[in-house]
């Protein structure tokens, strides 16, 4: 909602988000009604019958009521009256449904379309130790961990300072101060065996410079293409003239690459198995070359995990 209207008619953050309810009901599903909201919100009727003829106040030409389906239908003319919908936010819920993390009651998706999703293999997390490197983050706390590490035949334990999270796109990664190696190093929160203890710590985050740090990688079609197949890839990443740039931190710039195929040799992979690659690898290179003294040793480790 913008903070014009949210000021002008001093609503409630309860009502704006049923207001909001509503924008995404009309705009993905066409229709909404008051049972709609009543069972989404676990309102009464009178309520929701209130939150609809608001709802028609700020937005008046987004709907129209009609009789025969007793619904409230959108019209040609919608304009979301709280905040813009994208395709991201509809697809992340139906993501997440397929994924099993959250019930299709808990969303707001209303008229669901089949549809089927690459099942991802994740090991499941411990909440326990989540919350415990949660807790480390916010107190400034070092950890003593019992770890698996990918380069070690058994587990160890080592004192760990975390100072964030990080997704590569396959795992969760606590992003530490490594007290034994005397670096900021990704561990795959996965691979946490156990956590025994904790103490105060004097760390400071804004020494990891590799994770302060953006770089942007910039991504095109590969060059064996033709044009048509170069111009459906490059309405699949949404490119411009030719290219599109992404931006990360360069402690996750590994893991994008890894995850895109940008680290394989393009010349000697096929059009149709390598469809994009990296157009600026020697200005990406470069930039981690500040923050890493091997970078074809280091990046192995990252890919691998610690």
């Known amino acids: 909602m913008s903070a014009a209207i949210a000021e002008s008619t001093g609503m409630r953050w309860s009502v704006e988000q049923r207001l909001e309810f509503i924008d995404f009901r009309l705009f993905w599903d066409g229709q909404v009604n008051r049972s709609d909201l009543v069972n989404t919100f676990g309102i009464s009727v009178p309520q929701a019958s209130l939150d609809l003829s608001r709802y028609q106040q700020l937005g008046s030409e987004n709907l129209s009521y009609d009789k025969s389906l007793k619904t409230y239908a959108v019209s040609d003319h919608f304009h979301p009256v709280v905040r813009e919908l994208t395709a991201g936010h509809y697809l992340s819920q139906l993501r997440s449904v397929a994924d099993g993390v959250i019930d299709l009651s808990e969303t707001w998706l209303g008229s669901v379309p089949p ?165 600026n690898r020697a200005e990406v290179e470069a930039a981690r070359q500040r923050f890493v003294s091997s970078p074809p040793a280091k990046a192995a480790r990252y890919w691998q995990g610690e």
């Open 115 to 279: 549809y089927a999703v690459v099942p991802l293999v994740r090991r499941r997390l411990d909440s326990e130790k989540l919350s415990a490197v949660l807790r480390a983050i916010r107190q400034s706390l070092a950890m003593r961990v019992e770890y698996q590490s990918f380069s070690q035949p058994g587990p160890g334990f080592r004192w760990l300072t975390p100072h964030a999270l990080g997704f590569d796109g396959f795992r969760w990664h606590v992003r530490a101060w490594c007290h034994e190696h005397q670096d900021f190093r990704d561990f795959v929160l996965a691979r946490f065996l156990s956590i025994s203890e904790s103490k105060p710590d004097q760390v400071d985050p804004s020494g990891d410079l590799a994770w302060q740090t953006e770089i942007t990688l910039r991504i095109g079609p590969h060059p064996g293409m033709s044009e048509g197949q170069r111009r459906a890839i490059e309405l699949d990443f949404g490119m411009r003239n030719g290219s599109v740039e992404v931006a990360t931190k360069v402690c996750l710039s590994y893991y994008l690459e890894r995850q895109l195929g940008l680290d394989l040799d393009f010349k000697k992979i096929s059009a149709d198995r390598q469809q994009i690659v990296l157009l």
